[in-house]
């Protein structure tokens, strides 16, 4: 199973799509998240003898390190990291302090998760400035020390980003890159122009995995740009999905009270909660599924229902329609070019496994 623990919610960034915009006033949501968890604290405030006894039961448990910035309290993560029973770790940052954590715990991650959104006027504008700089050169200095493992570009997409311009470039720089629709979270509809820019984007999807296909072509290799992966391979195969990214079945998010949610996003929600980490069993938590609109959809299966969060509490109310639009856009952008992917497959120049990669591992998957 696969765990986000939150060890704190203090962040050293103030983003556009996040802390900036806290205290925006908000459209009414179309659901309520239901009862709110009161007793939800900053920082992690339940004995981490109850955490290692929890995951300890699990041989199998994959922890990532969350926040606000985890690397807040980088204290709190070598110490867990020290004691834990866990043999695999993922981290998720904005990369501003990652270069003072020793490199011995940094070469020890299997996966790290830095905030990027794209060039350098892109990433200052919407995280500070300073900051693409920053997560560059400290990209660079970790992999000087000795990190071996996957570094995944993580981008926030807004109606400024050209998503063609900002993946290609960002891909001279990271093998693995990956990007969340800032889209459908908050009740912000009125303040935005989705509507229009949405069309931009369905466009520069339908151009970018083109260009994906042709790299594929020319070298033989599949670029880990994640909302193409575990979709294409399983168009390839026929296969369909549950929510891509295993929220409320695979992965799970232990909330700085030790409550456990079916999503990091879903901080507080207490009707959703899947157990205490003093007494569940972390193999056989219960599943929290999508419902509908999204279980009658036709591209239900390739989908998967993209964010439980949205699908619960709906904060653009039937606009969400457009959110949906760019998934559609996204499924017929890779079915229109999946016969060139099947042929190579075909011809022998390309096999199965070059999709292969680590689910559940914090990329949402589909935008």
């Keep these: 199973m696969f765990f986000h623990l939150i060890v704190t919610d203090d962040c050293n960034l103030c983003c556009s799509y996040c802390r900036g915009k806290m205290f925006d006033e908000e459209d009414p949501a179309g659901h309520s998240p239901g009862t709110i968890d009161e007793t939800i604290c900053e920082n992690l ?59 011995e715990y940094t070469n020890r991650f299997e996966t790290i998760l830095i905030s990027i959104d794209g060039d350098k006027a892109l990433t200052d504008r919407h995280r500070g400035e300073g900051i693409y700089d920053m997560v560059l050169s400290t990209a660079n200095l970790i992999r000087k020390n000795g990190y071996k493992g996957e570094l995944i570009a993580r981008m926030t997409i807004a109606e400024d980003t050209d998503i063609f311009s900002a993946v290609t470039h960002l891909a001279n720089h990271f093998t693995s890159i990956h990007w969340q629709m800032d889209a459908d979270f908050t009740g912000d ?37 994640y909302p193409f992966l575990s979709t294409t391979e399983d168009l390839l195969l026929g296969r369909s999905s549950k929510l891509r990214c295993g929220s409320g079945y695979a992965n799970y998010s232990i909330m700085t009270n030790g409550w456990i949610a079916p999503c990091p996003i879903m901080v507080g ?76 497959l075909d011809d022998g120049t390309l096999s199965m496994e070059a999709f292969a990669h680590t689910r559940y591992n914090g990329c949402e998957i589909i935008p």
Excluded at 82 to 103: E, H, I, W
Excluded at 192 to 221: H, M, P
Excluded at 313 to 338: I, K, M, Q, Y
Aim: charged share 25%; net charge neutral; with cysteine.
């Design 189 to 225: 509809f009125s303040h935005r122009r989705f509507a229009v820019w949405s069309e931009e984007y369905n466009a520069g999807i339908r151009r970018l995995v083109s260009e994906w296909v042709s790299r594929i072509e020319k070298t033989g290799v599949v670029p880990k740009w």
């Design 45 to 103: 405030a339940f004995p981490l003898t109850e955490l290692y006894a929890f995951l300890a039961r699990d041989q199998h448990a994959v922890l990532t390190f969350i926040g606000g910035e985890p690397l807040v309290r980088s204290d709190l993560v070598m110490e867990i990291m020290d004691d834990a029973p866990v043999k695999r770790f993922m981290l998720q940052t904005n990369g501003t302090l990652l270069a003072k954590l020793p490199k």
């Design 269 to 344: 929600m207490a009707d959703y909660y899947a157990g205490h980490v003093k007494d569940a069993d972390p193999i056989h938590l219960p599943e929290v599924p999508i419902g509908e609109p999204c279980l009658s959809c036709d591209i239900y299966g390739f989908c998967g229902g993209r964010c439980l969060y949205s699908n619960i509490v709906r904060p653009w109310r039937d606009e969400s329609r457009l959110v949906c639009g760019t998934v559609r856009a996204l499924h017929d952008a890779l079915v229109e070019n999946l016969p060139r992917i099947q042929k190579m």
